[in-house]
């Protein structure tokens, strides 16, 4: 069926409820080894009632390290989709899920650290990916430490014990690695041994970014499981597919102070996955766009 495009007052996406979900029951596939599923698998079930089943036996590590030691393949969506392929052959599911995480600076301003999280669903009964995403802060701070008393200092700044610790000798990419430092006796145990394997007897400090070593990250995985089940319940209202969302997003909200189209935000375009059909809502929130944003009148 080709795609359609329906205006403001069109038919809008259904939702369904955990009860009515397509997924009630339905046993979903997740591998991990890093506690994911401890976030993940309450808010699917409560919002669209899957059963989320953890996968074991494959080392995702070898996908791609945070410690750099082994660099990912491909994009961080590639990643995400090819660990739910694995899950799904191995537990033999036709429903799968899996998560990628990435860590750069926010975009706002490049100041401040910043996790992106990708939590790919797939579904080889309909032939649909749907993909939930969340962002915000992250805890992935770092030091070169230079004494015992910098390293203390560092890890009370970063929250640890909460958040654990790496450690290597002289420098950001030394294959001597010391990963899961959980604890204050452990963690002057591993400075002491890597200050004596470093040649500067400087010690590479960071914060372990695997997700059930850092608490912050996992709040990032927990909300991207619920844009994932908010995606999942909206329903397109022609075909009753999962996932219908924002598949375009329409700039010209014009200015407040001259009229002019500007390049915020004036529709979004919603779409389905399966059978192309399109309802596109101009924005609620805001009629006008602040002068500031303007390029006449801010130019």
């Known amino acids: 069926m080709g795609a359609s495009v329906v205006s403001q007052n ?10 009515r979900s397509l997924y009630r029951g339905q046993r979903a596939a997740f591998l991990t080894q890093h506690g994911k599923e401890r976030v993940v698998a309450p808010v699917l079930e409560g919002s669209v009632g899957c059963l989320v089943e953890l996968v074991t036996g494959y080392d995702t590590d070898l996908l791609g390290t945070f410690t750099r030691d082994i660099p ?24 799968g899920l899996a998560s990628e995480g990435s860590f750069t600076v926010d975009p706002f301003a490049g100041m401040f650290p910043w996790n992106v999280e990708f939590l790919v669903f797939l579904d080889d009964l309909l032939g ?33 014990p909460d958040h654990y610790l790496v450690l290597r000798p002289d420098h950001d990419s030394d294959t001597r690695i010391r990963k899961g430092i959980a604890d204050w006796s452990g963690f002057k145990v591993a400075y002491e041994e890597a200050a004596a394997q470093s040649s500067s007897g400087r010690v590479f400090v960071e914060v372990d970014l695997r997700a059930y070593a850092n608490p912050t990250r996992l709040v990032n995985i927990r ?3 619920v844009d994932l089940g908010r995606r999942l319940s909206s329903l397109c209202p022609v075909c009753r597919t999962p996932g219908f969302w924002t598949v375009e997003v329409i700039a010209g909200l014009p200015c407040e102070a001259c009229g ?31 002068p500031a944003c303007c390029d006449i009148c801010n130019p």
């Open 128 to 160: 649909l990916e749907v993909v939930g995403m969340a962002q915000g802060r992250a805890n992935s701070a770092q030091i070169l430490a230079a004494g015992w008393e910098d390293a203390e200092r560092f890890a009370h700044a970063v929250r640890f």
């Open 10 to 19: 069109g038919p809008m996406a259904t939702h369904a409820s955990p009860s």
């Open 72 to 95: 990912r393949a491909g994009t961080q969506i590639e990643a995400a989709r090819r660990k739910a392929r694995i899950g799904m052959e191995l537990s033999g599911l036709p429903v």
């Open 260 to 290: 002019a189209p500007t390049r915020e935000r004036r529709a979004e375009v919603h779409g389905c996955l399966k059978c192309g059909h399109r309802v596109t809502r101009n924005r609620e929130d805001h009629a006008q766009a602040d």
């Open 223 to 225: 909300l991207a499981a």
